[in-house]
């Protein structure tokens, strides 16, 4: 038997595991709180790996080595940054949010938590909040589906074309019918498969190098200054590049698992396995980078270039290990691509069921009727996305930096604010959110300052300074505001 067919028995294998489960799922999804939000019924393992797989995509295991492959540890900064903002995420917006999104009309989507938190007489904000959802979930998505197709084309030779409809039909199955659980359910396996991916890969790929000071001594003869952390880039490279953690406090696909987790109490367990997952992945996914340095840059092996360089987990993997195991690393790029984008799926289907079309348009069909629109909402964003990704003509890491930043400016400082600081209002929050969208949109696409600065510093900066600046002209006691932020305070105390 070929190594071909043994890797595609085993993507086969995995494919066919997530839609049982997305069938597991779909059988125990009875409302449109169980499809949007799990019945707020996660344990916190799950919690936290769903979280972790939702958040780290295909940039974990293709975008983040194929940038340290290209330029070394200066690269890391994007992980040191993220590990730290998602720390500060699960500190201070998990069990804040859990409590929250409950006591204000139980909401289950960001929208409208944000709606019924800030109690604005018009539809304004929610109907905000949800486009926001749709623009940088649609860049967000694509650039999963790009993945996808760069996925086929180079560990099996398929077309970019075929490779990105078989990733986005799976996806989207699961996804469709079994709803939030069965992305969360999915997101678990697909966590755990990454974890284990991204530690043996580079684990025997060291040994099969001879050992650890074998491997080091190749990777300073190809570049000496790949494991510096600072050659080749200044304070202000630095502080961009680590700024990447600010994107954490307003990612949906990430903060609404604080909102299904069983209770705030369980969010410090989930906590503890969410960033030791993270951290030990990361720093798997960088160790891959390195070792494939030593690897392809030795005798009778080809360097990678920067057209290759994300692919250096695939050809690491398919170069060390015999060819089912291969196929099952393979898989865990698999897994990191479809929890992203069934994660971002869900999310953008709840913002056009939930806070669009049930919230301004009709509010008075029955709970099955929403499921089916959500199962609507979730193909036709899947078939625009596609759409977008039909010409690959963007890095996954650019495409992926767009959408987080997008998230991060426009939502991240009122999430904040609105979980912290009583005094913020609804037109306060708007401005901010529009603030943020805005400057990101305009700094992404000026050469001259995507340049200089990360255009997520500029958008949270200007977008926290707008939304404290109106809240502050606009501010009027409400008693129903008090009552909420007083009796979250009272829960939060309790869950101690």
């Given at each position: 038997m070929s190594a071909e067919i043994y890797q595609i028995i085993a993507i086969i294998i995995y494919m066919v595991a997530m839609l049982v489960i997305g069938y597991y799922a779909y059988r125990k999804t009875t409302n449109l709180n169980d499809y949007m939000l799990g019945g707020r019924d996660l344990g916190p393992a799950v919690t936290a790996l769903s979280a972790g797989a939702a958040d780290m995509s295909a940039w974990l295991l293709m975008g983040l080595p194929g940038a340290i492959y290209l330029?070394?540890?200066t690269s890391a900064w994007i992980a040191i940054g993220l590990t730290i903002g998602a720390y500060l995420n699960w500190v201070f917006v998990a069990p804040r949010l859990r409590v929250y999104t409950e006591v204000s009309s139980?909401?289950?989507?960001?929208?409208?938590?944000?709606d019924n938190r800030l109690k604005g007489k018009s539809a304004l904000l929610r109907?905000?909040?949800?486009?926001?959802?749709?623009?940088?979930?649609?860049f967000y998505v694509s650039s999963g589906m790009v993945a996808g197709g760069k996925f086929f084309e180079s560990s099996f030779g398929l077309d970019y074309h075929t490779g990105l409809l078989i990733v986005s039909a799976v996806v989207v199955a699961y996804t469709l019918f079994g709803g939030f659980l069965a992305v969360s359910y999915t997101d678990f396996l697909q966590g755990l498969m990454m974890f284990i991916a991204l530690i043996l890969v580079p684990a025997i790929g060291i040994i099969a190098l001879g050992g650890f000071g074998e491997t080091v001594d190749a990777i300073q003869a190809v570049e000496p200054n790949h494991f510096s952390l600072f050659a080749g880039t200044t304070v202000l490279g630095i502080i961009s590049t680590a700024a990447w953690g600010l994107g954490y406090f307003g990612q949906p696909h990430i903060i609404v698992r604080f909102m299904a987790i069983k209770s705030a109490r369980e969010a410090k367990s989930a906590r503890r396995i969410g960033i030791g997952w993270m951290i030990f992945s990361l720093l798997g996914a960088i160790a891959t980078a390195l070792v494939?340095?030593?690897?392809?840059?030795?005798?009778?092996?080809t360097p990678l270039d920067?057209?290759?360089?994300?692919t250096v987990f695939?050809?690491?993997?398919?170069?060390?290990?015999?060819p089912f195991i291969a196929g099952l690393m393979l898989a865990a790029i698999l897994a990191a691509i479809m929890s992203t984008i069934s994660s971002q799926l869900i999310v953008t289907s709840s913002a056009l069921v939930e806070d669009l079309y049930k919230?301004?348009?009709?509010?008075?069909?029955e709970d099955k009727t929403y499921v089916l629109y959500g199962r609507i909402a979730v193909l036709a964003v899947s078939i625009f996305a596609g759409f977008l990704a039909w010409e690959q003509n963007e890095t996954i890491l650019g495409?992926?930096?767009?959408?987080?930043?997008?998230?991060?400016?426009?939502?991240?400082p009122v999430i904040l604010l609105s979980l912290y600081w009583r005094k913020l209002t609804s037109q306060g929050a708007l401005a901010g959110m529009i603030t943020g969208a805005i400057v990101v949109v305009v700094w992404a696409n000026i050469e001259v300052l995507k340049s200089a600065m990360y255009e997520i510093v500029p958008g949270f900066i200007l977008s926290l300074i707008v939304a404290v600046v109106v809240s502050i002209i606009t501010y009027k006691p409400n008693p129903a505001i008090e009552e909420e932020f007083n009796e979250t305070n009272r829960l939060i105390n309790e869950n101690k």
């Open positions: 330029s070394g540890l139980n909401s289950i989507t960001i929208p409208s938590y944000l109907i905000a909040s949800g486009i926001i959802i749709l623009l940088f979930f649609t494939g340095v030593a690897y392809f840059n030795q005798a009778g092996q920067k057209a290759t360089a994300e695939i050809l690491l993997g398919q170069a060390v290990f015999h919230k301004v348009i009709k509010s008075d069909a495409l992926v930096e767009f959408a987080w930043a997008g998230f991060g400016a426009s939502f991240g």
